[in-house]
């Protein structure tokens, strides 16, 4: 497989311009663990082979738990997820499915229920930025299996 077009060497500000949401992202006070959630969740519904294959990894060098990454498909139908994380994953859902579900009032209820409005723009923003990066990914053909997390 070869990648249709090697985005970041063609437009390197606007990678940079993504990098520097991703940067906030990072230091907004939403847990690691919780952001890598909602990445592969959206990239699942996406259907982002490369950022599935990245997120995994990365939830894994932070030490998320095979059964929960295995389970995420299904987070609604197993008891390894929080209350909170339960209402991260059904507002990635209805953010990442907009176009569909116009993100229902009761989604809405149910993530205020757990994150304070400044958690829920920047968990907004989080969502944003990996359907972007998802929409990127797919588009160009971004090929998966080289992504090692940090450290590694």
């Known amino acids: ?10 437009a390197p500000g606007a990678y940079r311009a993504m ?9 907004c006070g939403l847990e690691k663990p919780l952001r890598e959630l909602v990445k592969l969740r959206a990239s699942q519904i996406n259907g ?3 950022c599935i294959d990245m997120h995994t990894k ?32 059904a507002w990635t859902e209805a953010v990442t499915m907009v176009g569909q579900t116009h993100v229902p009032d009761e989604v809405y209820e149910q993530a205020r229920a ?9 968990l907004t ?18 090929v998966p299996g080289s992504y090692r997390p940090a450290g590694d």
């Open 1 to 10: 497989m070869e990648p249709r077009i090697h985005y970041k060497s063609v």
């Open 19 to 27: 990098a520097g949401l991703e940067s906030y992202l990072g230091e």
């Open 48 to 50: 982002c082979a490369f």
């Open 58 to 89: 990365d939830a894994r060098a932070a030490g998320e738990t095979e059964q929960r990454l295995y389970a995420l498909s299904a987070w609604r139908e197993t008891p390894f997820f929080s209350e909170r994380e339960r209402a991260a994953l």
């Open 114 to 122: 757990h994150f304070d409005e400044k958690e829920l723009v920047d």
């Open 125 to 142: 923003l989080a969502v944003v930025a990996i359907n972007g990066w998802n929409r990127i990914a797919v588009s160009f053909r971004s």
